[in-house]
């Protein structure tokens, strides 16, 4: 029985979004199954001292320039938010309230809040947002908006982050594939040819 594959994400990343958008189909090609873990890069960012790449002179505006490349590449549709980056503690909570009895569904729910930020420009930071996307996949909204305060969902969180930066996770995505860490949209292809044969 060959290991699942870790994809580290935030929802507020759009090289995330990317990834999201191809991880299943790659996994699946190599006989592979994914676990998916969102993060909160801004408490990952508290360790490592980074910041967010659209705000450091220079590199931002080649970001910018490079997002809406890479999506043309991909083939996705992609258009940058008005309220970019944003805080995704709700996006997180309501995911992993979902995640341990139903990944199919998680994974889903991820893939349609990537949409609604990174392709309709909804504010996901809002926890009524995150609530009306996944109700469109038929979830029930008062329990979602119960699990966004759950402790014991904050308290997950807290501990998904921290055991993401004790494996060594800085940014998104990023995929441990048997112990092997990949960083970036753009090491896929990396990714495949390692199930292929690592080397």
Do not use: N
Not at 41 to 56: D, M, N
């Amino acid at each position: 029985m060959t290991a699942a594959i870790d994809f580290y994400f935030d929802f507020s990343s759009p090289y995330g979004y990317f990834a999201a958008e191809q991880i299943e189909a790659l996994a699946a090609r190599h006989g592979r199954s994914t676990v998916w873990r969102p993060i909160l890069l801004g408490a990952v960012f508290k360790t490592t001292g980074q910041q967010p790449l659209v705000t450091i002179p220079l590199k931002g505006r080649y970001a910018e320039h490079d997002l809406a490349r890479s999506a043309r590449g991909y083939g996705l549709p992609f258009h940058k938010p008005t309220r970019f980056p944003v805080a995704t503690t709700a996006a997180c909570r309501v995911f992993y309230s979902l995640t341990d009895h139903d990944p199919a569904a998680a994974k889903a729910l991820a893939i349609a809040l990537y949409r609604a930020y990174f392709v309709e420009d909804r504010d996901i930071s809002d926890p009524a947002v995150v609530v009306a996307v996944a109700t469109t996949l038929g979830h029930d909204a008062a329990a979602l908006t119960t699990a966004i305060e759950d402790p014991a969902l904050k308290d997950r969180l807290r501990r998904e982050v921290d055991a993401a930066v004790a494996r060594g996770v800085f940014g998104s995505p990023y995929l441990i594939v048997d112990g092997e860490p990949f960083w970036g949209a753009d090491r896929l292809d990396q990714v495949a040819r390692w199930l292929e044969r690592p080397w």
